[in-house]
């Protein structure tokens, strides 16, 4: 039944009962922005793998560890046993060396001492059996051996020194920054590297880039202002939302490491080309992956109609726009399509549509549609990536695509398809658990 809209002559609408009414400018389903089948809540519920049962299993491994360490505590054949030398052995060798001119392979067989600790005594020379000390361990009323050169204040420091720098340091840089501070430290950069590993914990990873805005003061206090907004309602990542985003793919992504002989360079080849970026319009909830889009090119008037017609035409111009990537109005087709799948399933009632706060996101129709058709909108604060699970779930897809090339029969579409039905509901859980465990740092103030 259609209704009369009237204007008040202020710009206010109404309907012919005297309520407030928007018109949305965007058309829904859109032809002039296409996607393409990816796939939806239901396929994706018969595609998905069996899920893994990791409490049971975890529980079976101990007991099954439990029995065998039992089984073998009065085996004296399992247990691994090591020689502690004492002095009498290493002055021994020394009189085979130097008094019997035996070789060191003869002297270390004689004593019984593996060759590599008989080299490390020669090399040392007879000074060693100055310095010789039992080693023991801690608490038997023997000495434990030499001090170690490396001490608390020195792994506090790196820690503090590692946190604090935010461009990132190679070990020669740290090492030069201890030597700097602790005057008269002399440290190999082998063992120094051994100290950061195991004492301080620091290992060298892959960087991950961010923008130096994202943890700014004012980006930290909006993070701060909208979990104490929203914390107010019965907002739920875990239970009442449903994320969206983009995420853009392409044929030729690999892995970042390969193995290779070792000396050797790790070499893995691509295509000369550049490949063509293909987005994928998402959207994914604690219950499943709700929907997947691909945004397909819009078929373009050819170049030989072009030059038959008016140049000058803005018809084409506007084509030309449309093709450059994805627009407010593919994400508006998306969203139509999305609440669609969402209202045949009686579980995404009244739930939640997160996303971030990117140009497209945050046209005033997007919204309006959304609550028209009985769901809510959120944006998240800027610079927040941690806040929308969504992104976990992206990196996972992405790094599925990379284990394998694809095959002849297969495409790129069909690949990232599989990818999404591979993600199992109790990770799409964990992304939602994580992003929401995010709230208490943001609350504190901590940068994410």
């Known amino acids: 039944m259609s209704q009369f809209i009237i204007e008040d002559g202020k710009g206010g609408l109404f309907n012919e009962g005297g309520d407030k009414v928007s018109v949305l400018q965007m058309e829904v389903d859109d032809p002039s922005f296409p996607l393409g089948d990816v796939t939806n809540y239901d396929e994706y519920h018969d595609l998905k793998p069996p899920e893994k049962q990791q409490n049971v299993e975890k529980n079976e491994t101990t007991s099954k560890k439990k029995k065998v360490v039992n089984s073998n505590e009065n085996d004296a054949s399992t247990l691994t046993t090591y020689r502690k030398y004492k002095k009498e052995d290493m002055e021994y060798f020394f009189y085979l060396v130097n008094e019997k001119g035996l070789p060191i392979r003869a002297a270390a067989k004689k004593v019984n001492i593996p060759q590599s600790t008989a080299w490390n005594w020669h090399k040392k020379g007879e000074e060693a059996l100055d310095d010789f000390v039992e080693w023991r361990k801690s608490g038997s009323g023997r000495p434990v051996g030499r001090p170690p050169t490396l001490i608390d204040a020195h792994r506090d420091f790196m820690v503090k020194l590692v946190d604090e720098n935010e461009t990132g340091l190679t070990l020669d840089q740290m090492l030069e920054s201890l030597t700097t501070e602790f005057m008269g430290l002399k440290i190999s950069k082998s063992a120094f590297h051994e100290?950061?590993?195991?004492?301080?914990?620091?290992?060298?990873?892959?960087?991950?880039?961010?923008?130096?805005?994202?943890?700014?003061?004012?980006?930290?206090?909006?993070?701060?202002?909208?979990?104490?907004?929203?914390?107010?309602?019965?907002?739920?990542?875990?239970?009442?939302?449903?994320?969206?985003?983009?995420?853009?793919?392409?044929?030729?992504?690999?892995?970042?490491?390969?193995?290779?002989?070792?000396?050797?360079?790790?070499?893995?080849?691509?295509?000369?080309?550049?490949?063509?970026?293909?987005?994928?319009?998402g959207a994914i909830s604690p219950f499943g992956v709700v929907n997947m889009k691909v945004r397909t090119p819009k078929v373009a008037q050819s170049k030989k109609r072009k030059l038959e017609g008016n140049k000058e035409d803005k018809g084409d111009t506007d084509d030309i726009k449309r093709n450059v990537g994805t627009v407010t109005g593919h994400y508006f087709n998306f969203i139509a399509n999305t609440l669609d799948v969402m209202d045949r399933h009686e579980e995404f009632k009244g739930h939640y549509i997160v996303m971030d706060n990117a140009p497209i996101h945050k046209h005033e129709d997007i919204q309006l549609y959304i609550e028209s058709r009985g769901y809510n909108c959120v944006h998240l604060p800027p610079y927040s990536p941690e806040l929308n699970p969504i992104e976990q779930f992206w990196s996972i897809c992405k790094s599925k695509l990379k284990r394998e090339a694809l095959l002849q029969e297969e495409t790129l579409t069909s690949r990232i398809k599989e990818a999404c039905n591979s993600v199992l509901i109790s990770d799409l859980k964990g992304f939602c658990r994580y992003s929401q465990n995010k709230f208490d740092d943001c609350l504190e103030r901590k940068p994410i």
């Open 195 to 281: 100290f950061t590993r195991t004492k301080c914990r620091i290992s060298c990873k892959r960087a991950h880039f961010q923008p130096e805005e994202r943890n700014s003061v004012e980006k930290i206090q909006q993070r701060y202002d909208w979990v104490k907004y929203w914390e107010n309602t019965d907002l739920d990542f875990e239970s009442n939302c449903v994320f969206v985003d983009e995420a853009g793919f392409h044929i030729n992504m690999k892995r970042s490491f390969a193995w290779s002989k070792v000396g050797s360079r790790a070499v893995v080849k691509t295509p000369k080309t550049k490949s063509k970026m293909t987005t994928i319009l």
